[in-house]
């Protein structure tokens, strides 16, 4: 049974960090690219982050450059990737999601096949 499955969420202050975290079972994902969306409340779905099997190649929304950074750790079994997020802001509140795809550079959210349930980021004093 293929899972992702995220952790590291929590409640956190304006300008304090967090590490999320992704962890595949059930299938291997080294090939694939992962990537990290988000949904805040009454909003759509959007892009956070992604990295390629390689993690030679990263790509960012612009609400979270130069704050967030994507790693992934690739192994025989199992792929984990992790979303550090620094300087968080409240708009960064939403439900962050683990997502992984075959295609490659994309932001878009239908080139990724397979979710996991998602982990609760609140950022507020």
């Known amino acids: 049974q293929v899972q992702l499955v995220e952790s590291g969420g929590g409640l956190v202050q304006p300008g304090g960090s967090l590490k999320l975290s992704c962890v595949t079972s059930?299938?291997?994902?080294?090939?694939?690219?992962m990537a990290w969306f988000r949904q805040a409340p009454g909003k759509e779905r959007e892009f956070v982050a992604s990295?390629?099997?390689?993690?030679?190649?990263?790509?960012?929304a612009d609400s979270v450059k130069d704050r967030f950074a994507i790693s992934r750790d690739n192994s025989e079994r199992s792929v984990s990737v992790y979303l550090q997020m620094n300087n968080l802001k409240p708009e960064d509140t939403a439900i962050y999601y683990c997502?992984?795809?075959?295609?490659?550079?994309?932001?878009?959210?239908?080139?990724?096949?397979?979710w996991g349930q998602g982990t609760q980021v609140t950022v507020s004093s």
């Open positions: 990295i390629v099997w390689s993690s030679l190649t990263k790509h960012y």
């Open positions: 997502a992984a795809g075959r295609s490659t550079a994309t932001k878009d959210e239908n080139d990724y096949t397979f």
């Open positions: 059930g299938r291997v994902f080294i090939t694939h690219t």
